[in-house]
Every structure is written in structure tokens, then in C-alpha cells.
């Protein structure tokens, strides 16, 4: 099946920093998703980004299809960015995904 | 427009007991799937079906559990005979039949077997 790697596994940041957060996954893929798991354990939908560049108020990421990567971009992270950043993509023609192990973000005030 | 509802949000069972965890999609979406949590791990797929189908159900474990999305009502994620190895959080997701596949998750069931 499909593998999700994802970097780096843990990430520790003072309030106002930027950060880049990496996703490689090792077969073409249609749909690439990247969500937030709080601390209370809700999981956030953040981008649904095939290809191309999205943003969303601090957020950004950008999926390069052919290369086979996605990032995600925080920029001036506050203590509410803290959790764990998913991405995840679907095994081949099928929908169900395949999550990556996850980036554990703690932004420190 | 009402997300992904899942309850219980805690479900605490004894070992041998059934459980049972009910998901409601969002509106206009006919597609569900179950995830499971382990603690310190990631997410993995259970099962995934659509009205009255089981899509497919290859991450789901062989004994004791089922899943059902009857033409009425939420779908149910069955576990029967618990163990504590089931403890985990359980994510019910749903998606639209047309268009963007992106999928929408519910807040999940901490099923806790003691």
C-alpha cells in the first residue's frame, strides 16, 4: 500500500515563530488532505489540496503532485496551534486515506 | 448545516461487554468511514460504506467487530466480546457521492475497556 512520511516528528517553537511541515507519500495520489488534532482530540480539517497552493489566514500549503510531497506552512504560531498535524491520502483509486504518523507541534508562550 | 455527529463521545465497557458507536454524516453526504486511534499512534482505516454496503471493510479486524449504514438511521460500528486492546479512540468520517472526495470528521468515541 501507499506510504506517509511525515516530518519532522516532533517540532517545539516560542509564539511568533514560522515552521514548515513536511509530507511525502510514495505513489501518485488524486486528493491529499492535512488536518489538526487538538488536545482535546478533535480532528480539524485544515486543507483539502491535490495539487497547487492554498491559504487560510496563517496557514498555507502547497502539494507538488509530481514530486510526490506536500507542506504545510504555520507562520506567527500561537499557543492554539499546538496538537498534532496529520496529512493523509488515499490508496489509489479508493477513498478511504492513509495517514501519515503525524508532526507533534508545541508552540510555547 | 450540522457536521459529523458521533455518540457516545465515552464509552466505558468491561471486559466481555458489547459496545456499540453510532455516526451520523453531514448532510448530503452518503459515504461513511471508520478510523481507529490506538494510543500513541496514528489514524488507520476501519471500514467504509455507503447505504446498506459495505464498500470495504479490509482494515477492519476479522472477529468481533461489524459495521452497518442502514438505508435509515446512523451507521454503527459494532464491537462485541470487548478486550482491552479495543480501547482507543474510534473516528466515523463522511464524504459527498459527487465531486470533492474531501473528508469530513466527527469528534470521535473514546471507548476506555476496563
Known amino acids: 500500500g501507499i506510504q506517509v512520511e511525515q516530518s519532522p516528528p516532533d517540532l517545539i517553537l516560542q509564539e511568533g515563530a514560522n515552521s514548515t511541515l513536511r509530507c511525502n507519500f510514495s505513489d501518485s495520489v488524486n486528493n491529499l488532505q492535512w488536518f489538526h488534532q487538538n488536545p482535546w482530540g478533535q480532528l480539524i480539517n485544515l486543507f483539502y489540496?491535490?495539487?497547487g497552493t492554498k491559504q487560510n489566514g496563517r496557514l498555507s500549503a502547497t502539494t507538488v503532485a509530481t514530486e510526490r510531497y506536500s507542506l504545510l506552512y504555520i507562520s506567527s504560531s500561537q499557543t492554539t496551534d499546538s496538537g498534532v498535524y496529520f496529512c493523509a491520502v488515499p490508496r489509489g483509486s479508493a477513498r478511504q486515506l492513509t495517514f501519515g504518523s503525524g508532526t507533534q507541534l508545541t508552540v510555547l508562550p | 448545516n450540522a457536521g459529523v455527529m458521533q455518540n457516545p463521545r465515552h464509552l466505558v465497557r468491561r471486559r466481555g461487554q458489547e459496545a456499540r458507536l453510532r455516526c451520523s454524516p453531514m448532510k448530503g453526504h452518503s459515504h461513511v468511514y471508520w478510523y481507529r486511534q490506538l494510543p500513541e499512534e496514528g489514524l488507520k482505516f476501519m471500514v467504509y460504506l455507503q447505504k446498506e454496503n459495505i464498500i470495504d471493510e479490509s482494515g477492519m479486524p476479522k472477529e468481533r467487530f461489524s459495521a452497518e449504514f442502514p438505508k435509515e438511521g446512523p451507521s454503527i460500528l459494532r464491537i462485541q466480546q470487548v478486550v482491552r486492546g479495543d480501547s482507543a479512540a474510534y473516528f466515523c468520517a463522511s464524504s459527498s457521492r459527487t465531486g470533492s472526495y474531501e473528508q469530513y470528521f466527527g469528534p470521535g468515541t473514546r471507548l476506555t475497556v476496563t
Open positions: 489540496i491535490p495539487s
